[in-house]
């Protein structure tokens, strides 16, 4: 009989378009989610600031008996994925790879896009995996930093929204480009924009396919929550929870009030 | 004979505007500055969250033997100067008090302007003291969140920067304020946008007022650095040192390699 929850953590809010995949595809699991929102953006920050805070939100969830933990943030998935897969035994997902997969069986003229934030760009690591499993494919990579600040401002679709968006795109539809990866967990808040201005190039959320992998993994491991009672999901998060909450009702369209974790001590 | 140096810290490089106006007022003081470029930006953080963080900064600067710590950040000016008074005997020099000196020294219809992070904003600590001084003054304050990331970003002059000052500076425009004060050390950065869109209305720069106040503090403590050997200035941050150096000469028109520091351990 499992009951054990699915750890999931993200740098802020973002995580929470994870959350919403997660949950529609699993819909008998808990979920316990960490956001570092004393913390936030990740994307700025060097791979050895960004591994150490993920270290110490993976040991805590550790603490909650999580039978799996989800990296829903893009930017520690591509800087930190090996460094805790190294470190502890718990299973770790992480989003790179569930977005290349999606991406590599939808592009026809394997001229593929990836943003997001700074430190997820420098890392490379969509660029290397995509190369590895397709080396005549090519990659145009361009970091969005004002996207995270643009989507906690709630400015999703307003004229600076778009015209940021366009600025940011051009470059990458001028390389005909026929699918974008969106490698940033808050870049599913802009969907609306991003459409607009890529028109009918092909738009990939790893989320979608992470989530589809995790339903899989959990079956295969017999690690499925078995109880059927309905499962209550909690929420921590390192600072202030009043912004947090009124997000998560708005992506989950459901009240989860959240607590406060001092993160610095795990 | 003084030879301690002051000491100024900040979320991030916005301080380095204000370390420009104390080089200027005091060209013979030695600066030792810390950055926390690892958990910046502050503006959308609690209360606790700032003061815990700015105590962290301010122990670390008492390790250095400084004379005077200058709070750079308009975010820890306004929520956590009481606190580090309290907790702390060196002396500490704040923002809020000199930004609200000098624009009332130039308001003629006392109709003033504050903008500032969220937690700047929020905290009402430049209201409260205009309203001390000058009851009769209508205060009306804003938050302009995508400031600091457009600064970081280098986004300073374009449309998108443009577009982004009119949206957040229409209201207060419309208030008829003729003096505005910039209540957060990024948005200097952004001078040119901001003077365009509020045309002959007053712009303060608190950093200006405090730099003068911490000459004539000095000079009447005794504590004036009586070396006549040229300063060394020192840059310590939390986080990847080369966006701080870039970022650094920009401002000071002078290269000073910055120097890593775990600053949880504080």
Redesign the interface.
């Given at each position: 009989m499992n009951r054990q929850a699915i750890g999931v953590f993200d740098s802020g809010v973002g995580g929470l378009t994870v959350v919403r995949e997660l949950i529609k595809h699993m819909p008998n699991e808990e979920i316990i989610y960490f956001g570092d929102?004393?913390?936030?953006p990740y994307g700025?920050?060097?791979k050895?600031?960004v591994t150490k805070y993920a270290r110490q939100i993976v040991n805590f969830l550790l603490t909650k008996d999580v039978k799996a933990v989800v990296i829903a943030c893009g930017t520690v998935s591509s800087n930190s994925y090996y460094d805790l897969m190294a470190a502890f035994d718990v299973p770790i997902i992480e989003m790179v790879s569930h977005g290349v997969s999606m991406c590599l069986d939808v592009t026809q003229n394997n001229t593929i896009g990836v943003i997001g934030t700074e430190a997820t760009i420098r890392s490379r690591a969509y660029e290397y995996l995509i190369k590895q499993k397709r080396p005549e494919a090519q990659v145009f990579a361009r970091s969005c930093?004002?996207f995270?600040?643009?989507a906690?401002?709630g400015?999703t679709s307003?004229?600076?929204a778009q015209?940021?968006t366009e600025?940011y795109l051009q470059e990458l539809i001028d390389r005909k480009i026929d699918s974008l990866i969106l490698g940033c967990t808050h870049y599913p808040l802009l969907l609306e924009c991003i459409q607009r201005a890529v028109g009918g190039i092909h738009i990939i959320n790893p989320a979608e396919a992470a989530a589809a992998f995790i339903a899989r993994f959990l079956r295969e491991h017999g690690l499925e929550r078995d109880y059927t009672t309905a499962p209550e999901h909690t929420f921590f998060v390192?600072?202030?929870t009043n912004?947090f909450d009124r997000i998560c009702r708005l992506v989950l369209g459901n009240a989860y009030p959240s607590q406060t974790v001092d993160i610095?001590r795990y």
């Open positions: 929102t004393a913390r936030v700025a920050k060097s050895e600031t930093p004002l995270v600040p643009l906690e401002e400015w307003n004229t600076v015209m940021t600025l390192s600072d202030n912004k610095e």
